[in-house]
């Protein structure tokens, strides 16, 4: 499989280098921490990186955005889209301390100057970004409890240009309840051929859909910082 020439808007030979290096790298990894399984190792490419740039492919990201990737594990989705996407800012997270070691480690090896790996849940982050993004860390209307108007930060919920994407495969409607209705759901088969993404979607949830109002946040709750913008405008 080689959906290439489906990113050539975000990719370019030294970005697939870097990504090269980067499974390479994830790899090697993987043989002292459970990153990914061991059968998945050989389908790195088809099964990860290819997966986690899918949101890259449904989702034109404006430069100096914020993306937030809650239960990042090994960098997925948003090391390879910190790769393909320099101009915008990553936050990995992750509440297991020997995944996020190796998240900052494969930064600090590949240098990716865009993405910074950072301890915590979710639900106790005061960690702030444009868009949130994961990949089925868990159901998604469990995943909403989660999500609450200080982890988009004051331009988002302003402009409220911002949201989730979120992969997942399965029924969705069932699934999803309130939130279908609400959201958009692209399927990843129209991009790639592998029988793998046969039931995989990106689902994007608007701040709109979200139904968060600027007004709802006192500013005094607002994270005040970026790990990788200390001095925002």
């Not at 995944?99 to 106790?124: D, P, Q, Y």
């Not at 240009?161 to 992969?167: A, F, K, R, S, T």
Request: positive net charge; hydrophobic residues 40%; proline residues 6%.
């Amino acid at each position: 499989m080689d959906p290439g020439p489906a990113f050539k808007d975000i990719l370019n030979a030294q970005k697939l280098n870097q990504l090269e290096q980067f499974a390479k790298a994830l790899i090697t990894w993987n043989k002292h921490v459970n990153l990914i399984s061991r059968k998945d190792e050989s389908f790195i490419w088809q099964h990860h990186i290819w997966h986690a740039l899918s949101i890259g492919y449904f989702q034109t990201f404006k430069p100096g955005e914020t993306l937030l990737d809650i239960g990042t594990g090994g960098g997925f989705p948003g090391l390879p889209l910190a790769i393909a996407l320099p101009e915008c800012n990553f936050i990995l997270m992750d509440s297991i301390e020997k995944k996020i070691h190796v998240v900052n480690a494969l930064i600090k090896e590949l240098n990716i100057t865009n993405a910074i790996g950072v301890r915590s849940r979710f639900e106790e982050s005061r960690h702030a970004a444009d868009w949130i993004v994961s990949r089925a860390v868990t159901q998604f209307p469990k995943f909403m409890t989660w999500v609450k108007p200080y982890h988009f930060n004051a331009k988002a919920l302003n402009t409220m240009q911002g949201g989730i994407l979120y992969l997942k495969g399965g029924d969705l409607k069932t699934e999803m309840e309130q939130w279908f209705s609400r959201s958009t759901q692209y399927s990843l088969s129209d991009v790639f051929t592998d029988t793998y993404y046969a039931e995989k979607k990106l689902i994007k949830l608007g701040l709109d859909g979200i139904q968060f109002k600027p007004h709802a946040v006192p500013s005094t709750v607002l994270p005040k910082h970026n790990p990788l913008n200390p001095n925002p405008k």
